[in-house]
């Protein structure tokens, strides 16, 4: 089992940027691939990006191509998430995790969650 902690959330402007970090404990990070998730109050969680092991493809929600990006490092057993020109529409509650199979776009297909970090940006 991994366990992964986020970290790098806060209040921002829109227009903004913040970077996420997600480090894992556990010698399976380094052979999973990695997803970040988020859920807004009310709503469902859903899926915000992806990497692949070992090509480290990488796989976005429409709704931030272009604006954020994924990335890790398996040296330091940790994924990130630059998010730039932030929204308001962006704000919610995100969570990284690790996937076990099935689809990158679903949360059924990931089995460990951190307990996730507060984005929000302000108008």
């Known amino acids: 089992q991994v366990q992964l902690v986020e970290s790098g959330g806060g209040l921002v402007q829109a227009g903004g940027s913040l970077r996420l970090s997600c480090a894992a404990s556990?010698?399976?990070?380094?052979?999973?691939?990695m997803g970040w998730f988020r859920q807004a109050p009310g709503k469902e969680r859903d899926f915000v990006a992806a990497?692949?092991?070992?090509?480290?493809?990488?796989y976005y929600a429409d709704s931030v191509k272009g604006r954020f990006t994924i990335s890790r490092d398996n040296t330091k057993n940790t994924m990130y998430l630059q998010m730039n020109s932030l929204k308001p529409e962006d704000t919610a509650v995100y969570y990284c995790?690790?996937?076990?199979?099935?689809?990158?776009?679903?949360?059924?297909?990931?089995?460990?969650w951190g307990q996730g970090t507060q984005v929000t940006v302000s108008s």
């Open positions: 995790a690790r996937h076990r199979s099935g689809g990158l776009y679903y949360t059924s297909s990931f089995d460990s």
């Open positions: 990497i692949t092991w070992p090509a480290s493809n990488t």
């Open positions: 556990g010698r399976t990070f380094s052979s999973s691939a």
